[in-house]
């Protein structure tokens, strides 16, 4: 069994990238003994060399420090090489270090472009600048010595086979974030090369209780089968996949003891939309109604595959825009509640209204004999098992961002407790908040994921985020709240959709054909090709100004009154005219439908 756990190979941890005229070349620099990279600039084919080309004295190569290559990206003509030029660790997972990417770079693989068609270069064109956006993308993390895609309980049941196996091929797929961009390197065999990358939030913290030091550690990982923005990834797929599907673990760490406590997320698990149309808040449509039995179902059995026993706590309101989607969950979860299947339903805005969150204790005495039942994990030092996690809560809200975070935050703070006096840190009566210090430090933990789950999916950080992070809420909070509701507002109607197609193109949701693509690029008229918010809002402020200056003149003409009302006229005809067609207005995906 050593011998072939010396015989993996493990991952490169620094590399010196040369970018010469006619290929790239990947030199490992952290003391391993391994084989170079080279990438063709022409198309991207790869292949292992012995040593670094020989320099040319008239045209020097650039050279770049890289610490992993996240993987490859083929389109119509060119392929994209995509690297982490700057990285930041950030804690530990389970004794290994974790890194966060600081810094991407895309190394263009295109020289196959000079020959193409010009329709076919303009298509490329189009698409690599997706890569620009992607290149933004935030909450990315890896480790090159453990497997972040799994919950400490899932790793610790890895038998001996599967953890000699190289990273990649442990990876849980569904939260391998490069999972798509990692083939063409898996097809050449290349594992020293190949970096598991997730996306999520990793936070953490020490703290004194007493003589005793405890580690909390927060780790969020973003499934990507429904990856996206909050407005153009709504509720399932037919196959049950949910947007915003974020897997939450809080692990503990004393004395040699772990305790892990893993909570997910996502949305409402029914086919349903809700299209931007320029209003502040589109209305929700429920699609396809005759399937939601089917998509509920494939949804809850995948869950309990993977995590056992399932409450479903919802929260959205009993009435107004969000009553129609909370009475079609509650009606349909009753095909698939049972002794492992539980829905609770808590109107969070009516119960907690907008200041009152410490009325989560209501919620709490429903679910608490859940969380007893079916616990959490316990290893003691040597790493066995003393407690196993028997099913999860699974939390939504319309967004499930704020209201599910401080609905988490408040389960992850009992459940530590329940932890901490199990192992006789706390005495039966002793809560998180007579430790003033681990208090403030927990607080801010759930606040910061709760932000780097919200920035991923809204763009903004999470509302109510000073409730989590003070433990009551402020009028800085509120207006702070203000601020990031319009901010979300922007970003939904007017870059959303561009940053979707970013994400469809990586994740591999969307695969550029040479056929398809350059006919779509050709064909898009009709409104669509001349529909401009900035030219609109433009044309009705120019209206007014006008009108607004046609009026000051009328005491001088009264002719000019006549002017004021044909320029206000057009002014209001042209505001009608979006506001009708709000969608075509708004900034679309164009690689997907949204639903």
């Not at 080309?53 to 392929?79: D, H, M, N, Q, W």
């Not at 010009?118 to 010595?145: C, D, H, I, P, R």
């Not at 400490?152 to 569904?174: H, K, M, Y």
Request: neutral net charge; contains cysteine; aromatic residues 10%.
């Amino acid at each position: 069994m050593m011998e072939r756990a010396d015989s993996v190979q493990k991952l490169y941890t620094r590399m010196r990238l040369w970018e010469f005229p006619d290929q790239y070349v990947i030199e490992p620099t952290d003391g391993s003994s391994g084989s170079s990279l080279a990438v063709s600039r022409t198309d991207g084919s790869m292949k292992l060399i012995d040593e670094v080309p020989e320099c040319s004295s008239l045209r020097v190569p650039k050279i770049y420090t890289i610490f992993g290559v996240i993987g490859i990206l083929r389109l119509l003509a060119g392929s994209y090489l995509l690297v982490i030029t700057e990285r930041e660790c950030v804690g530990s997972y389970l004794g290994h270090p974790i890194f966060k990417i600081s810094s991407m770079k895309i190394f263009p693989c295109d020289h196959s472009l000079k020959s193409t068609p010009a329709e076919q270069k303009k298509t490329e064109m189009e698409f690599s600048g997706l890569l620009n956006v992607a290149e933004k993308t935030s909450g990315l993390f890896f480790s090159y010595e453990t497997n972040i895609t799994l919950s400490a309980q899932r790793l610790n049941d890895l038998g001996d086979e599967s953890r000699l196996l190289p990273l990649w091929r442990q990876a849980e797929p569904r939260f391998l974030w490069n999972n798509y961009m990692l083939e063409v390197l898996i097809d050449n065999k290349l594992d020293p090369y190949l970096l598991p990358v997730i996306q999520g939030s990793f936070n953490y913290f020490q703290a004194a209780i007493g003589k005793d030091i405890i580690d909390i550690t927060l780790i969020a990982r973003r499934c990507t089968r429904r990856n996206g923005t909050r407005m153009w990834r709504r509720g399932a797929d037919p196959d049950g996949y949910v947007a915003n599907f974020v897997e939450t673990e809080q692990i503990m760490q004393f004395n040699g003891y772990t305790a892990s406590l893993v909570q997910v997320r996502g949305s409402i698990p029914l086919r349903w939309q809700q299209i931007v149309d320029l209003t502040y808040k589109p209305k929700f449509e429920l699609l396809r109604l005759e399937e939601a039995p089917r998509v509920l179902e494939r949804h809850f059995l995948d869950l309990r595959k993977k995590y056992g026993a399932v409450l479903a706590v919802d929260l959205v309101n009993k009435h107004g825009g969000e009553g129609r989607l909370c009475e079609k969950f509650g009606d349909t979860m009753q095909h698939v509640a049972g002794d492992d299947v539980r829905y609770v339903h808590f109107d969070f805005h009516q119960v907690c209204g907008h200041v009152h969150f410490e009325r989560l204790s209501i919620l709490y005495e429903q679910i608490s004999d859940f969380l007893e039942r079916n616990g959490y994990l316990l290893l003691n030092e040597k790493g066995e098992k003393m407690k196993e996690q028997l099913g999860v809560v699974r939390t939504n809200c319309i967004d499930c961002l704020d209201r599910t975070n401080v609905t988490q935050s408040m389960i992850g703070r009992n459940m530590l407790e329940c932890q901490l006096r199990r192992l006789g840190v706390f005495g039966a009566e002793e809560t998180i908040s007579s430790h003033p210090n681990l208090d403030d430090s927990f607080k801010i933990l759930w606040a910061n994921h709760g932000d780097d789950v919200s920035i991923q999916y809204s763009g903004t950080p999470a509302l109510k985020g000073d409730f989590v992070r003070c433990g009551h809420r402020t009028v800085q909070g509120i207006l702070k709240d203000g601020v990031n509701a319009l901010l979300r507002y922007y970003y939904n109607n007017f870059s959303d959709g561009t940053k979707q197609d970013a994400i469809d193109l990586l994740q591999g949701h969307y695969i550029v054909s040479v056929g398809r693509d350059t006919a779509a690029s050709s064909q898009k008229g009709g409104l669509e090709a001349i529909a401009s918010f900035p030219l609109a809002l433009g044309l009705v402020l120019t209206g007014f100004f006008f009108a607004t200056m046609s009026l000051g003149q009328v005491r001088y003409d009264f002719r000019h009154f006549f002017l004021s009302l044909m320029w206000a006229s057009i002014s209001i005809g042209i505001a009608a005219f979006v506001r009708a067609n709000g969608r075509v207005f708004c900034n679309r995906p164009r690689l997907h439908k949204p639903c």
